[in-house]
């Protein structure tokens, strides 16, 4: 359990301490990724199958990479379509993959809620990989843990999300965990990708991207799909690169010399960010990739019944 | 049984003849013979105690989902009525979202003849406004009449084409039917599966606004005024169709409007609050508090006509999923009277008004028989105990289905006996025969 909680499939229900335990423990995994050998036997015996409704590689692999460093078993189990289209209910899938055995269930599906639907019909511990535009939890602890690793603490920083907000689960589980650890959250994007009564999440709002960025500590630039232009939230990628995208002449204008560019990934690069910015000074995108190994691992060694303190020796 | 009942002892609210306050009810031969604050019996007369209860005109809820034909597995007509008689309603209006859909005599017969064979609610038809509720051609609204159909309805599938909608309307006057309409610009609806505001952003959950009922129902209002057509607006849940309605009538227009249980008591949070559960989707969906308010104050000052339930059965098979693939409805026969009893006891609505919602507003805004205890009238009746607590679990309903958002609530007020056409249909939970 991390805290009071059995499962982790969303930010929202976690409590600042119950942030500050998995955000910790990281830490130590970290530098058990750092070892030459990257194998430590906390989970074996245990199993984690990863249930994936929709395409991921990097969130996917993060999550197996991080149970076989536990030396946890680990069984991916995808499907391309979702339960109306496939015949067989979410709940019967969840319900017989129960029937062998696991001790931890990751999930990822389209739909918001889906997770919790499955923790409601299983008995093991159920971690969200992202459920439809509502939170992706490790992903939001891992943006945590990276701002926390590179700028020392998050209190009195303040972060600036930059993108499609609506969709976004990553801005959704950023906005839940950042204010508790003392973080201040901007938002910013067209405001057709500004969804309804955000504000009342505890953050600001601007439509106006040097704003937002100006003086913040760290810059969270989310993915332009492409299947929202002409949607019609936005009337061409040209128009968002020109007025939501960083390039390296913002960067340099507008950015704090500290400040840290983040990234969910994929990079739509030449929209979101140009390509001098990705690979450039300010970008911990690639940190992200590693820490969120060591957050998984840190989440699946608590939930999968491991013991904090002996995790600290 | 015996052709005369009286009902003594308990408090008769009938608000078409302005009665409230105790009296004997005697039915005979299956009317209503006499309302009075005489007591005393006649020989072989069945005697009902109405001591602390109320003594209504049986429910008349003009909007029910039946399900038959073509999906029993959810409530055929005869569980339908028998979940409307358990919940005090005598008559209900079916819409014609069948499979097939109620476009022809064959289905409207159908219904007519199962209701017969079940013989406990009065069973109204709904027919469809388009062919196969497509959208593109009239649906023969002669034959659905003569056949028994009381209103016209596409219920579910808004009519999209305006200009389908205002021939509707001509066409209707024929044969005085009124058309009742869901309301939803499908375009603003897009995907949405909730009320768009910070809770659907929230639960990362696709909106809808209130302004998708809105534009629709002020499209119907003008199309009322061109036409003089009958438009009935099918559960009203946002503020701005409130006030839209309002004006309507004051202008003289012909225009009626009902609201549900659920869009008069529950929100938007309420979905955040379940985790979201599909016994709290529903189209439209539960709107925001201050939506809320302003249906109950439009129910209060008579904006709106009626309160219906929008009676939605459906089976697991289509609710236990993921919120966005799970359907639409929930049940509701046996649950409005103590859902909006909840109201009166927190002295937003009067017991006269709740009551009237329930019986001659929904009979005048259709022109149904009932709905009063006027000598003469129908005897059909309810009889309410607006103290009784239980717990509304699954095991209670009547129903096929139990798709409820009260379900494990504990719910005030409940009716102990229905009759219908002077025959005692229910009774203390129990069909009667």
């Keep these: ?71 946890a078993d680990a069984l991916n189990w995808t499907s391309a379509s979702s339960s109306v289209t496939k015949g067989e209910t979410l709940v019967d899938t969840a319900r017989n993959l129960e029937a062998m055995r696991p001790d931890v269930l990751v999930i990822r599906h389209s739909a918001s ?141 507008w950015l704090k010399p500290s400040a840290l560019i983040l990234h969910p990934g994929p990079i739509n690069r030449g929209v979101e960010l140009s390509p001098d910015v990705a690979d450039g000074p300010h970008s911990v995108i690639l940190d992200q990739v590693q820490n969120g190994v060591a957050v998984r691992m840190a989440i699946l060694y608590l939930l999968a019944g491991g013991d904090p303190a002996e995790a600290k020796a | 049984m015996s052709d005369v009942i009286i009902i003594e002892g308990g408090r008769v609210i009938d608000p078409a003849t302005g009665t409230d306050g105790v009296r004997s009810v005697v039915l005979r031969d299956g009317k209503v013979a006499e309302v009075s604050e005489r007591t005393g019996t006649v020989s072989g007369a069945t005697l009902i105690d109405a001591r602390g209860r109320w003594v209504t005109p049986g429910f008349i809820d003009l909007h029910v989902h039946l399900r038959e034909p073509g999906q029993e597995y959810k ?24 499979k097939p859909v109620n476009d022809t005599l064959a289905v409207t017969e159908l219904i007519l003849a199962r209701a017969a064979a079940a013989g406990l609610a009065r069973v109204y038809p709904c027919g469809c406004i388009s062919k196969g509720s497509g959208g593109e051609e009239l649906a023969e609204y002669g034959e659905l009449a003569a056949g028994g159909c009381v209103a016209l309805s596409d219920d579910g599938k808004p009519v999209m084409s305006s200009s ?80 839209a309605v309002r004006e309507a ?52 000052d008579g904006t709106l006509d009626c309160i219906a339930t929008d009676h939605a059965p459906h089976s697991p098979v289509e609710k236990d999923l993921e919120f966005d693939a799970a359907l639409n409805g929930i049940v509701g026969l046996e649950t409005a009277f103590p859902v909006c009893l909840a109201l009166v006891q927190a002295g937003r609505l009067t017991a006269p008004r709740l009551i009237e919602a329930l019986t001659v507003g929904p009979a005048r805004a259709f022109g149904l028989p009932g709905g009063t205890l006027a000598p003469g009238s129908p005897a059909d009746v309810a009889i309410l105990d607006p103290t009784a607590a239980w717990l509304c679990s699954a095991d ?20 102990t006996h229905a009759i219908v056409g002077g025959r005692l249909v229910h009774q203390d939970g129990k069909e009667q025969r």
């Design chain 1, 113 to 253: 809620g889906a997770p919790g639907l499955v923790a409601e019909h299983v008995a093991c511990a159920v971690v969200s990989a992202g459920d439809g535009a509502h939170e992706h939890p490790s992903q939001g602890l891992l943006d945590c843990f990276t701002i926390r690793e590179k700028l020392g603490s998050l209190e009195g920083k303040t972060l600036a999300i930059v993108g499609d907000i609506s969709h976004s689960r990553v801005a959704r589980s950023d906005l839940h965990a950042f204010p508790k650890l003392g973080t201040r959250v901007r938002l910013c994007g067209p405001p057709t990708m500004i969804p309804a009564g955000v504000e009342q999440l505890g953050c600001t709002v601007t439509h106006d991207l040097r704003t937002a960025v100006e003086g913040a500590d760290a810059v969270v630039m989310l993915r332009i799909q492409h299947e929202r232009i002409g949607d019609p939230l936005i009337p061409t990628t040209r128009e968002y690169s020109r007025l939501w995208g960083l390039n390296a002449k913002k960067a340099r204008d």
């Design chain 1, 1 to 71: 359990v991390i805290g009071r909680q059995k499962h982790c499939i969303a930010l929202e229900d976690f409590s600042r301490e119950e942030l500050l335990q998995v955000l910790d423990l990281a830490v130590s995994m970290k530098e058990v990724l750092r070892r030459p050998i990257k194998k430590v036997p906390s989970l074996r015996g245990k199993s984690v199958v990863n249930l994936f409704f929709e395409a991921s590689t990097r969130t996917r692999s993060s999550f197996e990479i991080a149970a076989k460093v536990l030396s």
């Design chain 2, 249 to 300: 009538k004051q202008r003289g227009l012909a225009v009626t409007a009902e609201v549900t249980p659920h869009h008069l008591t529950l929100t938007d949070e309420d979905v955040a609050a379940s985790r979201y559960s599909t016994d709290f989707k529903m189209s439209p969906p539960l709107r925001s508090a201050a939506d809320v308010a302003a249906c109950v104050a439009g129910l209060a």
């Design chain 2, 164 to 243: 389908l909608m205002r021939r509707a309307l001509e066409y209707a006057l024929a044969f005085k039917l009124p058309l009742t309409v869901h309301e939803e610009d499908l375009a603003l609806v897009g995907k949405g599966v909730m009320h768009e505001g910070a809770t659907s952003t929230r639960l990362g959950l696709k909106g809808i606004p209130g302004q998708a009922e809105e534009v629709m129902v002020l499209r119907d209002i003008a199309l009322a005024e061109l036409t003089g057509g009958r438009v009935h607006i099918a559960h009203a849940s946002s503020a701005g169709t409130v006030r």
């Design chain 2, 75 to 98: 409530e055929t007509v005869a569980t339908g009525a028998r979940a409307a008689v358990a919940g005090g309603f005598t008559s209900i209006v079916c819409m014609p979202n069948t």
């Design chain 2, 396 to 415: 209670r309903f009547h129903s096929k289905s139990t798709n409820s958002p009260w379900k494990g609530r504990r719910l005030t007020g409940r009716c």
